[in-house]
Nanobody
């Protein structure tokens, strides 16, 4: 059972930056897709970014150029660097993971492809 623990959320003003971290309970990066989703009240869950075991990333258009997904394999940690934050980025952010079933499995930002979810970390951006 893979466990994911997020940290790094908080409150920030528009234009500011935050970095989210996700610690995985075991080494999973080479065989797993990992990523970040977010969920704001009254809205559907939205895929933010994913990273495949080979390092290929997929990033939502709404955050492209502002958010960067990365990982530190030695630390078993996934990151989401969020710059130029906007009020519409306010949401609960979830770290996700799923076994990579085939090449390209990670690319669609589809929440139903991911079995393992962290507890979430809140990000609030004020104008």
């Amino acid at each position: 059972q893979v466990q994911l623990v997020e940290s790094g959320g908080g409150s920030e003003q528009a234009g500011g930056s935050l970095r989210l971290s996700c610690a995985a309970s075991e080494y999973i990066y080479s065989n797993y897709c990992m990523g970040w989703f977010r969920h704001a009240p009254g809205k559907e869950r939205e895929g933010v970014a994913t990273i495949d075991g080979d390092g290929t990333t997929s990033v939502a258009d709404s955050v492209k150029g502002r958010f960067t997904i990365s990982r530190d394999i030695a630390k078993n940690t996934l990151y989401l660097q969020m710059n130029s934050l906007k009020p519409e980025d306010t949401a609960m952010y979830y770290c996700v993971a799923e076994r990579r079933l085939w090449v390209g499995y990670c690319q669609p930002l589809d929440p139903f492809r991911f079995t393992y979810w962290g507890q979430g970390t809140q990000v609030t951006v004020s104008s």
